[in-house]
């Protein structure tokens, strides 16, 4: 039974997978699905004491993808203006940045869980619902405003923290 939010989080990169070859009108479902996993695997895994290191590598590792893949999947879908591709870069740039310095300080992906990368997520994941709703630039400021303070957070928590925790929930809260 304790394996069940790792179960949850490989259908999530099973579904990010198939988000990339499937046919367009599957891309709603299997991101909600994805979505979804994403939500119940944590709370389950808190909920259940059934946390561990495994399954919060593997959580990282499954966001990570399927953030991959539904941007590649919106870059290649939307004509996006030039600065959010360029800001989105950066950010990306950061974040590689974080990992590289979190692997040679802590010897693991240091992927964090605070409050601006779970923000900068649910925007992520709500993004194919609010572009319907919302102009293109507006909405991508927002992301990138948040995507950017996110990121820039966790590599000053990565390169100051003694001590590596992957759930510090801010900055201002870390070790």
Not at 102 to 121: I, M
Request: with cysteine; charged share 10%; glycine share 6%.
């Amino acid at each position: 039974m304790n394996y069940i939010p790792n179960i949850l989080t490989i259908f999530r990169i099973l579904a990010s997978f198939f988000i990339l070859i499937a046919p367009d009108y599957f891309f709603f479902p299997l991101y909600f699905f994805a979505g979804i996993t994403d939500i119940l695997d944590g709370w389950i895994a808190r909920k259940m004491n059934w946390t561990s290191r495994f399954g919060t590598l593997l959580d990282s590792i499954a966001d990570l993808i399927f953030f991959l893949v539904v941007v590649s999947k919106i870059v290649f879908t939307i004509q996006l203006p030039s600065f959010l591709l360029w800001g989105a870069g950066v950010i990306v740039l950061i974040r590689c940045l974080t990992y590289v310095i979190g692997f040679f300080r802590f010897h693991q992906f240091a992927s964090l869980h605070t409050y601006l990368n779970k923000l900068t997520g649910l925007l992520l994941f709500l993004s194919p619902i609010l572009l319907i709703l919302l102009p293109i630039t507006p909405f991508g400021l927002i992301l990138l405003t948040c995507g950017s303070l996110s990121s820039i957070e966790e590599l000053f928590i990565v390169t100051t923290t003694k001590k590596l925790d992957k759930n510090v929930p801010t900055f201002f809260q870390k070790k």
